[in-house]
């Protein structure tokens, strides 16, 4: 099994330091949204690095921005039948809207100027981002939310369920913001688990 993870707008691959499984390759792929023209060049990047792996099972997993981007990158792939799994964590789902007063309140949070411009750069792509019609993805997913994420609401994240072909699993993971998955080892619980086809006992998460 190979995983790969897509970060969140503005970050980089160091939000899943420590990310290691049993069994499982992990790769993360870094991004900046002033090198793609499109949300859907940079998926289409990030479908042919996935689908160069050697492996013959794939999974995604994609936190905020990263998600859609894994999103759009199994699109890209699931016909092939190597990806078993996509995980769509702290995002709203691909219905074409943009909530720039979030993404302000993002930017404000950032830790320095820099931050703040590379932040912006990626927003910027994802503005461009027209979304994609309900029921298009195929293979099996994960939608993982907070309650305490001030960017995106849960209610929000769960309408994934439309784009799903299959209905997803939803997860609440309590505690951690919108970056949940840099502080709570309950999200590389959850990975784990599903990669190895164990159950998640989701009313302790």
């Avoid at 309408?159 to 951690?176: F, H, M, N, S, Y």
Wanted: glycine share 10%; proline share 4%; net charge neutral.
């Amino acid at each position: 099994m190979h995983l790969f993870c897509l970060h969140h707008a503005g970050g980089t691959t160091a939000s899943f330091a420590g990310w290691r499984f049993d069994g499982v390759h992990v790769t993360k792929l870094g991004y900046r949204g002033r090198d793609f023209r499109s949300v859907g060049a940079a998926a289409a990047a990030m479908a042919d690095r996935i689908a160069s792996s050697q492996s013959g099972e794939l999974a995604l997993y994609g936190h905020s921005m990263g998600a859609v981007l894994a999103f759009e990158a199994a699109l890209r792939l699931q016909d092939t039948g190597r990806v078993l799994h996509v995980f769509l964590a702290a995002a709203r789902p691909p219905s074409g809207m943009y909530d720039a007063g979030a993404a302000a309140a993002a930017a404000l949070g950032a830790h320095s100027e820099r931050a703040r411009e590379v932040l912006l750069e990626d927003l910027e792509l994802l503005h461009s981002y027209p979304g994609r019609p309900a029921g298009q993805l195929k293979v099996p997913a994960t939608v993982l939310y907070s309650p305490d994420d001030p960017v995106v609401t849960a209610s929000e994240s769960r309408r994934w369920t439309d784009w799903c072909a299959q209905k997803p699993r939803l997860i609440e993971v309590v505690g951690g913001g919108h970056l949940f998955h840099i502080g709570n080892p309950k999200v590389r619980a959850i990975v784990a688990a599903t990669l190895t086809g164990a159950i998640v006992d989701t009313g302790t998460l």
